[in-house]
């Protein structure tokens, strides 16, 4: 995403969450799945273009300062219920 391609990812674990409406989503156990999507990113230049502007403005927000900010919340809250 951060490089300015269009983003075909596995549906499993985090991977979803990462790239949101930036990419495309696939069955990881289904071939064809892979296959049909793959396709339809190949043949849709338009499309991909977009996807790829979606990504730079999605990877633009995973950035050490928003992990280190996000990091404090966690740190802070556990503090505040004293764990």
């Known amino acids: 995403m951060a490089c300015g391609t269009a983003v075909l990812a596995s549906n499993g674990g985090a991977l979803p969450g990462v790239v949101s409406d930036a990419g495309v989503l696939f069955d990881p156990t289904s071939i064809s799945d892979l296959s049909d999507k793959m396709g339809r990113l ?29 990091t404090l919340r966690v740190y802070r809250s556990v503090i505040e219920k004293g764990y």
Do not use: V
């Not at 190949?42 to 996000?70: C, I, K, N, S, V």
């Open 42 to 70: 190949l043949e849709d230049e338009a499309g991909r273009r977009e996807l790829a502007e979606r990504g730079l403005r999605r990877a633009a927000g995973f950035t050490w300062q928003a992990a280190a900010q996000a």
